[in-house]
């Protein structure tokens, strides 16, 4: 059985993708989100990081209060799916689309000395500190703009508790740094952290694999080449030869 740890809409998705593969798939959100209408402002000098369908989410609900941003902003943007969602809102000004957000950082410093444009970041209360930390010390000057908050789940649906315990999950998908740290914590309040030693762990990069280094045997612990759902599929197909 594979356990997909998205939040449900995100995961609902996936579970169809899945069901051509030769295991069933359990849903298991681990955060849910509680979305703020912030203001943004539009200027023409003013480039919009957007890593996260979250961010999207949001524009697409207040729509009407980013009409000017929609239409006009300048946009940096983490990520296939996110860049496709942002295009069927009707954004059409995506300067440059990135992989990750270390190809995005190293566009930045690479720019920064000729860049004139102001960076306002359209985030999650919970981001990656890596990227925000390389801006800082690069001193690459940038704005948060907080427009939802990530909400951790606080316990395991009993279906999804009992799976653990009978070993009946297999594979365990992981598609952030953040669930990645509540799915250990929920393990440890559950005392299953051993059922990982039987289980496949595939994260979406090799920044979220890393909190499971200790915990899960080096030859189960595996993550996707590029940070896109197409690279994480193309590495479950081959864990699930080996199961």
């Not at 849903?27 to 023409?44: A, G, M, Q, V, W």
């Not at 039987?198 to 993550?223: E, G, H, M």
């Amino acid at each position: 059985m594979i356990l997909i740890t998205r939040p449900l809409n995100e995961a609902k998705l996936l579970a169809k993708e899945l069901k051509t593969f030769s295991l069933p798939t359990i849903i298991e959100p681990l955060t849910s989100f509680e979305y703020y209408k912030k203001r943004i402002t539009f200027h023409e000098k003013i480039f919009f990081i957007v890593s996260s369908l979250q961010s999207v989410h949001v524009l697409q609900i207040y729509q009407k209060n980013y009409q000017n941003i929609i239409a006009q902003g300048k946009f940096l943007v983490v990520g296939m799916k996110v860049a496709a969602e942002l295009r069927s809102l009707g954004v059409n000004k995506i300067i440059k689309q990135f992989n990750s957000s270390d190809s995005l950082f190293n566009y930045l410093l690479r720019n920064k000395k000729s860049f004139e444009f102001k960076i306002e970041y359209l985030c999650g209360s919970i981001v990656n500190d890596d990227f925000i930390s390389g801006l800082k010390r690069s001193r690459i000057k940038h704005k948060k703009v907080v427009l939802y908050k990530t909400i951790a789940v606080k316990k395991l649906s009993v279906r999804c508790s009992t799976s653990l315990k009978n070993n009946q999950i297999t594979i365990v998908l992981i598609y952030s740094a953040y669930t990645a740290k509540v799915f250990m914590k929920l393990l440890r309040q559950y005392k299953l952290l051993s059922v990982l030693k039987n289980t496949y762990v595939l994260c979406l990069s090799k920044r979220i694999a890393y909190t499971f280094k200790d915990t899960v045997p080096q030859k189960k612990l595996l993550w996707s080449r590029s940070s896109n759902q197409k690279s994480l599929l193309d590495s479950l197909k081959s864990v699930i030869k080996q199961v």
